[in-house]
């Protein structure tokens, strides 16, 4: 019976696929129909069901895709590039040792519903994101701001009678006070602290909230009893010198985001961080209506109650369905918006996905829409859009237990895989380093292993996995130690035996493979409760190499390796100090190449975006994010102008 | 007949207990949380997210609030989506499964029933061996395999249909749905049909009726398709309670926004309240439909007293 029934099924498979093959072997340029929409519309899969529209909410892409039409911050995505272009602020000073930036709004902003946007509302935006009570999974990204972080977990000052704050440099050991960020030193002047500017107007009246951002560091100690406690208990000196003094808890108002004036906004860090630019078009940081969300609180996203600071306005919401947004007038260039209107579908399975693109009943869709076994019948096609992504997959490797502690058994693990192989199956780049490859133009990227399996097994041998000759044993190696764990989503499965294969190949060693399911794989890793080798990806917050080798930055967190490094972490620091570019990118490659030799990871693959568009959709572009600045956008009805291939990505 | 709806329905509440703690239980035993992702929360935030969601609560505090929830019939709000309440989940998404399933299986009882009464009718001819032939097709081909095959054909290749999204009720997007969900239950509603009319043509009242000269249009449809019917009747009550609450498959492969697709993907993001709030409300209607049926048999089978 189920024999009889498995070849049903398998005859009628047969039968779509020869139908799939006939259909589309009908040669033609583009895929499926390509008659532009009757009205002004760009229908756009953006990705699942969004979390939530208030932008502060969400953390994944699909949100950030409709938070871009929604909502505007200060700088937005370049549509090809994705770096950070004026939006909200029209230009921005750094200090001297990026540190603090203070960006100029720009006159005339509004919100939907009419209210001026200034300096003030993103003040409220920060300090809103960092507060405990949205608790926002976002909130990290701002740890970078002082008083961020200490604000967000309810940490506390310690202050005296005489309301005196105790301070960090009394209780911490000797430290090189030449490394503090300029904003941990008073400052003489704005002028001084932020060299010459460019254009009439100088940074900003020194101010009382200035001064407090540059003074020292206070002691900061942890807002629950216990914590705090153990905190203490580690420190004699402060331990004795808290006893009796009353704990003040960080408010929203410490924060190191200031109004100078309406159109003047201060950030002040805790460290030089010359990337902080490009996490500002972040959904997280885009603008958002204090009014409107004090009034109606969580259904403030509501259709009826939204207030929304971007190009587009809400329109329509059906959950699981569509999110339809409208141009909004009230945007400061709305002149140059193009659309009338946007319907974002929320959908996630490929394969309708690309049914609906060839039935013409969608114009784009997100990254990652086409199948990989559609690639070979997809790519010569002229709307096929594909570009090397801010985006990387590889292995992690548990560097605490199991022959995998041993460095010489992770190289040669890693040396034994053909990256380029696996690649061109894949349709992507290979990867040998910890940053994505061709995605940082000037980044000095250093190059990781190659493809060598003699020196694979050569390692093996010093590792002691010998025979009596002092040949490689392959039956030495305690596979039953090893396992290959991935979660079966995408083409994980697929990659996992691959790479099985060629370690049996090259190697001779057949580890065994294991799947969990997602969250409970998540939970696995963080404990670094798996055997050997995990399944494992990054996707950039924000366009800069250090996003990816951050991971590293903490032993814990999203490092799930085991591996770190003071002196890692000291070359990364040293790096985002420099306010040359090209310097700073140097120290970057220096420290990648010192996590590189000891190899706490196998790198795998650079990803591609590979989507789809039609060929009338103009100024969307296949950037390394796939994030679309709306406006730009427009349906083009002259065929002789339509995009044949990739648009022109130069400037 | 009122005594034994309402010992009927007393029995619904132990047995809504027991079903939802134990999912109760078994979220509980899944590891991971809604928040659990590939990029890891730092400590403070999770900290924040659970004190917003009482996660740091102990688990018989949590536990009293769901039966609690579970009394009031109100959820909470989901963990996943920020700010929607379950309930207002559930009412939106049942009209678009009611309305998939409910067309699905009236367009399965018009089709099954006439297949499977001629199959009996003309039982060892072709017509009988055909209609069974088709209905051994809808039992094996699974729905994941009919639905993208007709999107293929009538969405893609003939593109007169659109091959997924819903665009209300009625529309023309719900046919390839709607033709994909029942043709199980066309074949199992034939092949039902076609046994229970065999029994009952067999029947001495059958006999009688003849006997008594009414025409055979008569005897089959006024007497024989009553009784022969029952065995559907009894099938339909479970079948209509799922084919209501949502059908995971065909709303995945047509991207409709209803109760099956919420299902699945909150067990993927451990959304409690909102699995919590599915499944008692899967529960409640399997339960009720059940209930219905055999109210429904009472009036259908002279035989059956309660």
Same mark, same amino acid.
């Given at each position: 019976?189920?024999?009889?029934?498995?070849?049903?099924?398998?005859?009628?498979?047969?039968?779509?696929?020869?139908?799939?093959?006939?259909?589309? /072997?009908?040669?033609?340029?583009?895929?499926?129909?390509?008659?532009?929409?009757?009205?002004?519309?760009?229908?756009?899969?953006?990705?699942?069901?969004?979390?939530?529209?208030?932008?502060?909410?969400?953390?994944?892409?699909?949100?950030?895709?409709?938070?871009?039409?929604?909502?505007?911050?200060?700088? $937005?995505?370049?549509?090809?590039?994705?770096?950070?272009?004026?939006?909200?602020?029209?230009?921005?000073?750094?200090?001297?040792?990026?540190?603090?930036?203070?960006?100029?709004?720009?006159?005339?902003?509004?919100?939907?519903?009419?209210?001026?946007?200034?300096?003030?509302?993103?003040?409220?935006?920060?300090?809103?994101?960092?507060?405990?009570?949205?608790?926002?999974?976002?909130?990290?990204?701002?740890?970078?701001?002082?008083?961020?972080?200490?604000?967000?977990?309810?940490?506390?000052?310690?202050?005296?009678?005489?309301?005196?704050?105790?301070?960090?440099?009394?209780?911490? $050991?000797?430290?090189?006070?030449?490394?503090?960020?300029?904003?941990?030193?008073?400052?003489?002047?704005?002028?001084?602290?932020?060299?010459?500017?460019?254009?009439?107007?100088?940074?900003?009246?020194?101010?009382?909230?200035?001064?407090?951002?540059?003074?020292?560091?206070?002691?900061?100690?942890?807002?629950?009893?216990?914590?705090?406690?153990?905190? =203490?208990?580690?420190?004699?000196?402060?331990?004795?010198?808290?006893?009796?003094?009353?704990?003040?808890?960080?408010?929203?108002?410490?924060?190191?985001?200031?109004?100078?004036?309406?159109?003047?906004?201060?950030?002040?860090?805790?460290?030089?961080?010359?990337?902080? *630019?490009?996490?500002?078009?972040?959904?997280?940081?885009?603008?958002?209506?204090?009014?409107?969300?004090?009034?109606?609180?969580?259904?403030?996203?509501?259709?009826?109650?939204?207030?929304?600071?971007?190009?587009?306005?809400?329109?329509?919401?059906?959950?699981?369905?569509?999110?339809?947004?409208?141009?909004?007038?009230?945007?400061?260039?709305?002149?140059?918006?193009?659309?009338?209107?946007?319907?974002?579908?929320?959908?996630?399975?490929?394969?309708?996905?690309?049914?609906?693109?060839?039935?013409?009943?969608?114009?784009?869709?997100?990254?990652?829409?086409?199948?990989?076994?559609? =690639?070979? *019948?997809?790519?010569?096609?002229?709307?096929?859009?594909?570009?090397?992504?801010?985006?990387?997959?590889?292995?992690?490797?548990?560097?605490?237990?199991?022959?995998?502690?041993?460095?010489?058994?992770?190289?040669?693990?890693?040396?034994?895989?053909?990256?380029?192989? *696996?690649?061109?199956?894949?349709?992507?780049?290979? *990867?040998?380093?910890?940053?994505?490859?061709?995605?940082?133009?000037?980044?000095?990227?250093?190059?990781?292993?190659?493809?060598?399996?003699?020196?694979?097994?050569?390692?093996?041998?010093?590792?002691?996995?010998?025979? /009596?000759?002092?040949?490689?044993?392959?039956?030495?190696?305690?596979?039953?130690?090893? $396992?290959?764990?991935?979660?079966?989503?995408?083409?994980?499965?697929?990659?996992a035996e691959f790479v099985q294969a060629q370690w049996k190949q090259n190697l001779g060693l057949t580890i065994p493979l294991k799947t969990m399911e997602f969250k409970t794989f998540l939970v696995a890793q963080s404990k670094l409760d798996y055997k050997g080798i995990a399944r494992s990806g990054w996707v950039a917050d924000y366009m800069d190499p250090f996003n990816f080798?951050?991971?590293? %930055?903490?032993?814990?967190?999203?490092?799930?390796?085991?591996?770190?490094?003071?002196?890692y972490v000291d070359l990364l620091d040293e790096a985002n100090r420099q306010t040359d570019q090209q310097k700073r990118y140097e120290l970057i490659a220096k420290a990648e190449a010192m996590a590189l030799e000891a190899q706490p990871v196998i790198p795998l693959t650079t990803n591609a975006t590979r989507w789809m568009k039609k060929p009338y959709v103009k100024g969307m572009?296949?950037?390394?994010?796939? =994030?679309?600045?709306?406006?730009?956008? %427009?349906?083009?009805?002259?065929?002789?102008?339509?995009?044949?291939?990739?648009?022109?990505?130069?400037? | 007949?009122?005594?034994?709806?309402?010992?009927?329905?007393?029995?619904?509440?132990?047995?809504?207990?027991?079903?939802?703690?134990?999912?109760?239980?078994?979220? !509980?035993?899944?590891?991971?949380?809604?928040?659990?992702?590939?990029?890891?929360?730092? &400590?403070?935030?999770?900290?924040?997210?659970?004190?917003?969601?009482?996660?740091?609560?102990?688990?018989?505090?949590?536990?009293?609030?769901?039966?609690?929830?579970? #009394?009031?019939?109100?959820?909470?709000?989901?963990?996943?989506?920020?700010?929607?309440?379950?309930?207002?989940?559930?009412?939106?998404?049942?009209?678009?499964?009611?309305?998939?399933?409910?067309?699905?299986?009236?367009?399965?009882?018009?089709?099954?029933?006439?297949?499977?009464?001629?199959?009996?009718?003309?039982?060892?001819?072709?017509?009988?061996?055909?209609?069974?032939?088709?209905?051994?097709?809808?039992?094996?081909?699974?729905?994941?395999?009919?639905?993208?095959?007709?999107?293929?054909?009538?969405?893609?290749?003939?593109?007169?249909?659109?091959?997924?999204?819903?665009?209300?009720?009625?529309?023309?997007?719900?046919?390839?749905?709607?033709?994909?969900?029942?043709?199980?239950?066309?074949?199992?509603?034939?092949?039902?049909?076609?046994?229970?009319?065999?029994?009952?043509? !067999?029947?001495?009242?059958? !006999?009688?009726?003849?006997?008594?000269?009414?025409?055979?249009?008569?005897?089959?449809?006024?007497?024989?398709?009553?009784?022969?019917?029952?065995?559907?009747?009894?099938?339909?009550? &479970? #079948?209509?309670?799922?084919?209501?609450?949502?059908?995971?498959?065909?709303?995945?492969?047509?991207?409709?926004?209803?109760?099956?697709?919420?299902?699945?993907?909150?067990?993927?993001?451990?959304?409690?309240?909102?699995?919590?709030?599915?499944?008692?409300?899967?529960?409640?209607?399997?339960?009720?439909?059940?209930?219905?049926?055999?109210?429904?048999?009472?009036?259908?089978?002279?035989?059956? !007293?309660?």
């Open positions: 019976m189920s024999r009889s029934n498995s070849g049903a099924t398998y005859v009628l498979l047969l039968l779509a696929v020869i139908a799939a093959g006939c259909v589309v /072997s009908a040669k033609s340029e583009f895929f499926g129909k390509t008659n532009p929409p009757p009205q002004n519309v760009l229908r756009y899969v953006s990705g699942s069901e969004p979390e939530s529209l208030d932008p502060q909410i969400p953390t994944g892409q699909p949100e950030a895709r409709i938070c871009m039409a929604l909502y505007s911050g200060l700088t $937005e995505y370049d549509p090809k590039t994705t770096v950070p272009i004026p939006d909200l602020a029209e230009r921005w000073e750094a200090n001297k040792d990026s540190s603090e930036f203070t960006f100029h709004i720009r006159h005339g902003a509004r919100f939907s519903n009419g209210d001026p946007i200034t300096a003030r509302d993103f003040v409220y935006t920060i300090r809103r994101g960092l507060s405990p009570e949205l608790a926002a999974r976002n909130a990290s990204l701002s740890y970078y701001i002082k008083h961020g972080e200490g604000y967000n977990e309810g940490a506390v000052f310690v202050q005296d009678s005489n309301g005196q704050f105790l301070l960090q440099k009394d209780f911490a $050991e000797a430290e090189d006070t030449a490394q503090a960020p300029l904003t941990a030193k008073p400052v003489n002047s704005v002028a001084e602290e932020y060299g010459a500017v460019k254009g009439e107007q100088t940074p900003d009246a020194d101010t009382a909230f200035h001064r407090f951002m540059h003074s020292p560091d206070r002691v900061v100690l942890p807002g629950d009893e216990k914590s705090r406690n153990k905190a =203490l208990n580690a420190n004699a000196k402060l331990k004795a010198a808290v006893a009796g003094k009353q704990l003040v808890p960080i408010k929203a108002e410490d924060v190191g985001v200031e109004a100078v004036d309406d159109y003047t906004l201060r950030i002040t860090l805790i460290q030089p961080a010359p990337f902080f *630019l490009s996490l500002m078009p972040h959904q997280f940081f885009r603008v958002v209506n204090q009014r409107t969300i004090e009034k109606f609180g969580n259904a403030w996203t509501d259709p009826q109650n939204i207030v929304t600071s971007g190009p587009f306005k809400l329109a329509a919401h059906r959950p699981y369905d569509r999110v339809v947004v409208v141009r909004d007038p009230m945007y400061w260039d709305a002149g140059a918006v193009k659309l009338d209107s946007i319907t974002f579908f929320a959908l996630d399975d490929n394969t309708t996905i690309m049914n609906l693109y060839k039935a013409g009943e969608i114009d784009g869709m997100l990254n990652h829409s086409v199948p990989a076994p559609w =690639l070979d *019948l997809i790519q010569p096609l002229k709307d096929f859009m594909d570009a090397p992504e801010a985006a990387i997959e590889f292995y992690l490797l548990n560097t605490t237990t199991g022959p995998t502690k041993d460095v010489r058994v992770r190289k040669a693990l890693n040396m034994a895989i053909d990256k380029q192989a *696996l690649a061109n199956w894949r349709h992507v780049k290979p *990867l040998t380093a910890l940053t994505p490859e061709g995605i940082f133009p000037g980044y000095p990227q250093p190059k990781g292993d190659q493809f060598d399996p003699q020196k694979a097994k050569r390692l093996l041998v010093e590792a002691g996995y010998k025979d /009596s000759a002092g040949n490689f044993d392959s039956k030495k190696f305690p596979v039953d130690q090893v $396992e290959l764990t991935f979660n079966p989503a995408g083409a994980n499965q697929q990659v080798l951050w991971l590293y %930055y903490t032993p814990t967190g999203n490092n799930g390796t085991g591996w770190w490094d003071q002196r572009y296949p950037n390394p994010q796939t =994030l679309h600045a709306w406006k730009y956008v %427009y349906i083009e009805r002259d065929p002789s102008k339509w995009d044949r291939g990739v648009p022109d990505m130069s400037h | 007949m009122l005594r034994f709806i309402i010992r009927r329905i007393i029995v619904i509440i132990p047995m809504l207990f027991i079903i939802v703690s134990a999912t109760w239980g078994l979220i !509980r035993l899944a590891p991971g949380n809604f928040y659990t992702a590939e990029k890891k929360l730092a &400590p403070a935030v999770e900290q924040n997210l659970r004190e917003k969601y009482g996660l740091n609560k102990p688990w018989y505090t949590q536990y009293r609030k769901v039966l609690w929830n579970m #009394a009031r019939f109100d959820f909470g709000t989901s963990l996943k989506y920020e700010g929607q309440s379950v309930n207002q989940i559930l009412w939106r998404a049942l009209p678009v499964s009611a309305a998939l399933g409910l067309s699905a299986y009236l367009l399965a009882l018009i089709v099954g029933i006439t297949i499977g009464t001629v199959a009996a009718l003309r039982q060892n001819s072709w017509m009988d061996y055909g209609s069974m032939v088709i209905a051994m097709l809808g039992i094996s081909i699974p729905n994941f395999v009919l639905g993208p095959l007709l999107v293929l054909l009538f969405g893609l290749t003939l593109f007169w249909l659109p091959p997924a999204l819903w665009n209300g009720f009625p529309s023309k997007s719900l046919i390839l749905p709607a033709i994909t969900l029942s043709a199980i239950y066309i074949a199992y509603i034939a092949r039902l049909t076609r046994s229970g009319m065999l029994e009952v043509m !067999r029947s001495d009242y059958i !006999r009688t009726a003849r006997a008594k000269g009414l025409r055979e249009r008569d005897v089959v449809i006024r007497h024989a398709l009553r009784g022969g019917l029952l065995p559907v009747l009894s099938f339909s009550g &479970p #079948a209509l309670a799922f084919l209501v609450t949502g059908t995971v498959v065909v709303e995945r492969v047509f991207a409709l926004p209803g109760l099956g697709n919420y299902f699945i993907n909150a067990c993927f993001n451990r959304d409690e309240p909102l699995i919590i709030g599915i499944v008692a409300f899967i529960a409640v209607a399997v339960l009720g439909f059940n209930l219905l049926v055999d109210i429904a048999y009472g009036f259908v089978d002279p035989r059956i !007293r309660y």
